[in-house]
């Protein structure tokens, strides 16, 4: 089915390169196409109704979007948005994944580490300071001197607030540069998870399907100065459940699409990127599904792990075989052709455009030729180990520092510090036997690929094997301790130098090497790609104008659509579920096994409830957590997955078929209720409620 | 270096569909190419010459290649050829795997469940035949037409005669249809395997690279009636070490080239066939790699299957790779171009051929719209669960059994029972630990593949997970002993269908989806494709005459080639390496460590003996075991691998980096000797040997 179905999306894919089809888009804030909607849905979205939302909508750092819900802080996401702190603040006693997590009063809200909320309070254009800078530079140069440029605005518009975030963000692949400014709060404390029978029903074969019946909502409560911080500007909780053809916004943060890609990028996605990916995530997916079967509490500690590692495979799995539908590529073909040949026909344009395409297609050689290092020395060095990664940092922090912020690693500018500080520092439990999974995989991994004889193998391994490396350096690291985290952040490069923990002196063995072949990547791959995407970026808006979106980099937009279900292959499938459904669909059988409680209340729920729902809005990874609100700005609900058609949703969309998952608040607030009892909570919800 | 390799493979590859490249192809014995050989190296090949060689070599039913070298039915292959025969042999207590099997006398060798030899004595042709049975018939009716005419030569051909095995084999892919008779063996006993960490020392880093330090070498015997059988037409053993540029001959059985395929069937294979089948065994992978690490009995049991495995995914990993590589296909289409404008310039023959390119492609949509469902309930069914295989051979061989012999599915004809007779009746373990693993991944990806809510899914399942499926029917089954095998064989469809055991129960519900989608592949893609091929193989044959060899299928074939290394990318591999290497290689740690008997034995080693070495031959899996031999018709070792250039050999060969990798009979000689003290083995090979 999903393969077939993946084929059939990218059969009837548009992938215009300009104008955009009906719903499709996720739009900034600064160019929301507010006449197409009131065209198309007889709504208005005025500047009024845009500051509000985007008032009460939430980014949360560890990778997902939210909303404020209360004037107390109280927000709104996903329960897989914080399973991560939910499995950090569980032990063996007390398994709050399984259980769920609930509180009865604010003493028992409990912090989650690492995570900070963001709220965008503002976007300046800055496209032309950073122009400035890069002026006339290539290759590695341009890299740096755009980075550093980014760096420098960052620091100028938030000076020293320690309350604000400032970030330039690069839109439209280089085409536009732009600084958004945000309210920040790093004390983000758990409210309520339910159980993960109730939040994940259905599991990983669920997964991207429809009809679904997950309670996939999460509260958390941002907090100042040890108490609930105060956000008026929050969204109205709708109790009742949205209708059909309600027209609906969401207004998050999707994190990633390649819809701008040329061909040549994508044929290198296709032929190398994701499938060394995938099946690096498959042999590890196989080997925690095999670890997480050998007692309970590796079953406990891999609940997460397995949940997230299987939903990026799946991501993943959509992309791969999206981009393996030789029509799909066709459509692209097409579409970068039209572009082209747009640009042709206007002299002076082509003149200034130069051939992009070109420049970037000669980097895909570049890229074939050292993709598989910089992942496996690089991007994914240490395969997963929080140990690993607390050693790296750690050792390129302190080596960074000692340089002025604007000549650094970009993700050790001074703006980039205080965020990196709070995740390292935070107090985290670490479970040494996923981290010797980890590290192993890696190890194995980059052996593999790199082949027994390539020096930076030897440099890793010496006379060791993987398994007897990694099982030395994680029993033999004290980086788990918090404290001693902070000694040799504090200490700098002497303290990190002078360290005898195994994890940092494999992390200071590796630096080199991977730093070598970072500067290769820049060099060849990153530095011609960027400065050809910006071009082509440039000819896009000449041709088509500002009538387009830029591709997703986890930053706030907002998409419109409509409560709808979808027609496929002759198959309606319907645009709810109901409460009612779940109990129909349990066997007993996880993934299908009710939690205790919800057999428990079966007898006193309203089954007729709408519990998921579907809308055409135009989302991705990212977008988790997201206010799905209606035009009064009501929250609906909070999205929380794609059909499976939206798995080729990177590329391109398609609004007869892509369809947003959502999880509705009226079946939250009876669920609330009736299930668990957290009259409270359901209060502070619908207190300002108009019905 | 794989990937980049990889890529430069496809790039260099001459891939022509017509005439062949210096040392490329794997001839069938009634068509070797001995006139061009002559021509290249001075060096006559007559028919006495190929009758001896073919007369002394082997094809072993588990899917490997051999070679007889002694006249009391001694036989040479590798010992990854018969390591699961090791295995199977082995208990907790007695671990030969690791310690390696060795006999003193022939009271110590001991049978090989499930293997049996074969010597093939005579080819003829029965192609008229098959094309009279299969004219004016499309779809199934073709493929059934075609294999109850297979069937039925076979039996001609053989009569009732148990010491012999008659098999009508499709050549050029429908071309030719020859009837290869051979004389064969039951009764293959284990004379000597070394320690697991000398046959694989390097394990997967190593495997398919080069230089290489393996004793890849296992000894057999044919038993007759309880006797060693008389091998008058045997190899002579060289103890002598080959020499740079001598020429060689690999005789021996390649597995399976597609060499032949349309790039219509390429795309598929690239977009579809291979990828799934990597990601499930990718996964598959990381759950054996964390199953063997859980303890030292789970190690033992796991070593063969995770070396099969290992091997199978990195075949298909140079095979993804390759075909994902633009410039590799675009040198097929051209191929493919050049034959389709050559038939169309000859009118009568693009009559007689018509379109069966077109034909070929229009059949990828049935493939694409039916591969899944067709290799998770089908194909791959079972996912390598020794229990499910017996029960589903069981549950089909009866049902088929029931109907006269040319109305069967072609695997039930009566030619094919004896040896699924004796597959399924030897005495062999099972370990019920991996039989559970191997069938809840199968259910998890059947499930995962064709979604909760598939029909087949659900008749699987019903209202269980697959983990308590496969724990409920593993346990439940008494099919491990041979007995109950025998009871139900026996019995027939009565017996079977009465039977309460679990497993048993399981293959009978899944056979009717099973026969539906095999029979909607066989009418939709099988029968359409084998009939178009059979056209293109006739103007292959048209167009470029007999000098083209078939796609590798299993059965005796012949190569040419010789000693010498290779240079790539500006790198000199030397041809060989010797057995001092070893020891500079070894690091103590897995899979680097040395075996106790080596590491005891390195002071009366001759280190300058050659160890391993490689040759220009052109072969494939399934030639691992067969004899290398030079002109004379000596043995001087036994091909085990092939080098990472050779990956991509399923579809092309470049014989300027190609290369066989060999084990020397040399190293043999000298390691049975003086590492093992197996003199009497050591006289037995030298008796007749001329120096």
Known sequence: MRLASTTAVAAVLGLAAGPVSADEGMWTYDNFPSAKVRETYGVTVDQAWLDRVRGASVRLTTGCSASTVSPQGLVLTNAHCVIECVQDLSTAQADYVKDGFLTATRE??????????????????????VRRATAGKAGQDFVRARDAAMAE????????????????????????????????????????????????????????????????????????????????QHLTWAARAPKEGEVTFVSGNPGSTDRMLTVAQLETQRDLIIPVGQLQRAELRGRLLQFAGENAEHKRIATDPVTGLENSYKVFFGRQFALNDPAFLQAKRQGEAELRSKVAANAALAAEIGDPWGEIARAQTAAATHFVRYRQLETAAGGGSVLFNYARELVRAARERTKPSAERLPAYADTRLPLL????????????????????????KTREYLTV????????????????????????SKLADAAERRRLWEGGLAAVEASTDPMIQLALRLDPAAREIRQAWDAEV???????????????????????????????????????????????????????????????????????????????????????????????????????????????????????HSLGGAYGYDGRINRTVVVSTAAATEALSKVYGLNGLVRELTAGKKR
Request: charge should be negative; include cysteine.
């Open 108 to 129: 028992e809200e409990r912090a989650c580490p690492g995570m900070q909320a963001e709220i965008l309070t503002q976007i300046s254009d800055v496209t032309d300071q």
């Open 153 to 232: 605005i960052e620091k100028a518009g938030c000076g020293g607030d320690a309350t604000l975030r400032c970030q330039v963000v690069s839109l439209y692949r280089g085409g536009q540069f732009k600084l958004y400014k945000y309210r920040k709060y790093s004390d983000v404390r758990l409210v309520f998870s339910p159980e993960y029978a109730t939040a994940f029903f259905g599991g990983d074969p669920d997964n991207f399907n429809f009809p679904r019946f997950n309670l996939d909502m999460g509260f958390l409560r941002l907090y100042e100065n040890g108490h609930p911080a105060a956000t008026p």
């Open 421 to 444: 500080e709070k995740t390292l520092l935070d107090v985290k439990p670490v479970d040494a036997p996923l981290e010797q999974l980890y590290l192993e995989h890696w190890l194995l």
């Open 453 to 476: 004889d390539d020096p930076a193998v030897k440099l890793l391994l010496g006379k060791e094997s993987p398994e007897g490396l990694a099982e030395r350096v994680v029993a033999g």
């Open 526 to 644: 990153a530095g011609p790609t960027d400065r050809a995407a910006e071009r082509i970026a440039r000819a896009r808006f000449a041709v088509y104008g500002d009538q387009v979106y830029p591709d997703a980099t986890f930053t706030l937009r907002l998409s419109y659509g409509k409560v709808t279900g979808w027609t496929h292959r002759g198959q309606t499938l319907p645009w709810f579920t109901t409460i009612g459904g779940l109990y129909e669909r349990a066997t007993g059988a996880e993934p299908f096994a009710l939690a205790p409680r919800w057999a428990k209340a079966e007898g006193k729920l309203d089954k007729s409830i709408v519990y998921n729902f579907v809308t055409t809005n135009d989302i991705i990874g990212g977008n988790s957590g997201s206010p799905v609100v209606n035009a009064r700005g009501e929250v609906l609900g909070a999205a929380f997955d794609g059909n499976i």
